[in-house]
Nanobody, 126 residues
């Protein structure tokens, strides 16, 4: 059973940066596509960024392109989301997820991911 644990969320001001981390245990992390998703109150879960098992291909939703960077370190069983120039509309609970199928490119739909963390709150004040 794969377990995912997010960390790094918090309360920041607009324009600030945060780095989210997601540590995986209990599986073969280097085989998994990984994704970061977010859900704001009253809204559907949104795909933020995804990365293939090797890190060779990434995807970003339009609203975060140029501001967020997804990366992974397979030696540390971890995936990261560097968030710069944060905006109030980035406020949400952020989740990491793993797709155990080593597909290319990484899936964009949340429904294709098998394992989920419990989420970390990111709040951006204006």
């Amino acid at each position: 059973q794969v377990q995912l644990q997010e960390s790094g969320g918090g309360l920041v001001q607009a324009g600030d940066s945060l780095r989210l981390s997601c540590a995986a245990s209990g599986g073969t992390f280097s085989r998994y596509a990984m994704g970061w998703f977010r859900q704001a109150p009253g809204k559907e879960r949104e795909t933020v960024a995804t990365i293939t098992w090797s890190g060779g291909s990434t995807y970003y939703t339009d609203s975060v392109k140029g501001r967020f960077t997804i990366s992974r370190d397979n030696a540390k069983n971890s995936v990261y989301l560097q968030m710069n120039s944060l905006k109030p509309e980035d406020t949400a609970v952020y989740y990491c997820a793993a797709d155990r199928a080593p597909v290319w490119p990484a899936p964009r739909r949340a429904s294709e991911y098998d394992y989920w963390g419990q989420g970390t709150q990111v709040t951006v004040s204006s």
